[in-house]
């Protein structure tokens, strides 16, 4: 992997450059978006972005053509996040679907599947969220009760899923569900796609400590759904969960926006005296160590699998990445907190906030990262045992 741009790529970063630069929102506040703006406003102005890239041509660079993508090489996708990373742009809104879902589907979706629902989830038309976690199965995903019963040319989903992220805007709903009672819970699984619009489904918002309600249950109920939205196999869901959860924890792990995070913290310890503490100063370096080893690791994965080299889908390699960087944005509210003292606990938009209650937010925001996609012991886990190949734990 060579990491220096071609004449082609350097070519190509200009243009991006440029066309972001003109096109950032009238006044646009990275800080706004990141934790000032109410969810519903960060939501607009998420969409309005997201619809202005696709317009450009600027969502899903390496997705194949006939799917609504560019068809370029994976290079130039990555240095299109990086530009936008610089400048703090806001995200997509429907970052479930693009780092999730649409790899997943034109991995393993029907030809008809990919060409109905890709083309809608690039442009933003159709959001989507991810019916995985439900009360009583988080890290023990395979432990899930929502059932979807048999009726012949259809399923009716009775169930419950919890910590879905953006439910209460998506169309479409990743589900997965349990069509058949086995001795072996990882089997008797399905994955289909639910109208989020149909009878018998129901969002309600869960409130995070950070006061914003991203999250939320979804309660079906004899909820409908045809035979053609299974994706997959009936009763074979697990591997495409599996290969659901490895699309997103590639996606985790690849964070640019945290290196200007740690440029503003570097920024702190100079503001409160901190910078010739030995242990913050090793602290700071170990936190841009991981991060750099954490961003090679993931470009790493990204050329593979440009290259054709991973089957289509990440390994279990991209474990590390998503560890990595969950538990680089945990330390780097934890150090921010120990430099401020109590101030670093006032919340944005009260008097006296540290950089407008950041610190705070950072705090209170980062440890769902690390729960997010499979926990960290889950992360270690897999490293353990497919990466390094260690025995199984007792």
């Not at 972001?20 to 646009?28: A, C, H, R």
Request: one cysteine or more.
């Amino acid at each position: 992997m060579d990491l220096r741009d071609s004449p082609a790529e350097a070519t190509f970063r200009a243009q991006v450059r440029a066309w972001l630069e003109e096109s950032v929102p009238p006044g646009y506040d990275p800080d706004d978006w990141e934790w000032r703006l109410p969810a519903d406003e960060r939501f607009r102005l998420q969409l309005a972005w997201h619809r202005k890239l696709h317009a450009g041509g600027w969502v899903g660079l390496s997705w194949p053509k006939e799917y609504g993508g560019q068809g370029a090489p994976v290079a130039l996708q990555l240095i299109f996040a990086e530009e936008s990373a610089r400048l703090r742009l806001p995200r997509g809104v429907c970052i479930i679907g693009l780092s999730i879902v649409g790899p997943t589907l034109a991995h393993v979706g029907s030809e008809e599947q990919k060409r109905r629902y890709l083309p809608p989830l690039l442009s933003g038309d159709e959001i989507w969220c991810q019916g995985f976690s439900e009360p009583d199965a988080g890290s023990d995903l395979a432990s899930l009760r929502t059932r979807a019963e048999d009726r012949g040319d259809h399923f009716v989903v009775t169930g419950q899923k919890v910590w879905t992220s953006f439910a209460q805007h998506a169309r479409w709903c990743w589900l997965l569900a349990r069509t058949r009672s086995e001795s072996r819970k990882h089997d008797g699984l399905s994955m289909m796609v639910v109208d989020m619009r149909a009878p018998g489904v129901e969002v309600r918002p869960l409130v995070q400590l950070t006061g914003d309600s991203d999250f939320n249950e979804i309660f079906f109920d004899g909820a409908r759904v045809p035979k053609e939205n299974l994706v997959g196999a009936q009763d074979d869901g697990w591997r495409v969960a599996v290969a659901t959860l490895m699309f997103e924890r590639y996606g985790i792990g690849l964070d640019l926006r945290k290196e200007w995070l740690l440029r503003r913290l570097g920024e702190l310890a100079r503001e409160t005296g901190r910078v010739g503490d030995a242990e913050v100063r090793t602290r700071l370096a170990k936190l841009w160590c991981d991060y750099e080893a954490c961003r090679l690791t993931t470009f790493r994965h990204m050329t593979r699998l440009g290259r054709g080299e991973a089957a289509g889908q990440p390994g279990p390699e991209g474990s590390l990445s998503k560890l990595v960087s969950s538990e680089i944005e945990l330390e780097v509210g934890a150090l921010a907190q120990e430099m401020l003292g109590l101030a670093g606990t006032i919340a944005p938009g009260q008097a006296g906030a540290p950089d407008g209650g950041r610190w705070a937010r950072v705090a209170l925001g980062s440890r769902y990262m690390t729960i997010a996609g499979g926990t960290s012991e889950i992360q270690r886990n897999i490293i353990a045992e497919r990466v390094l190949g260690l025995p199984k734990g007792r």
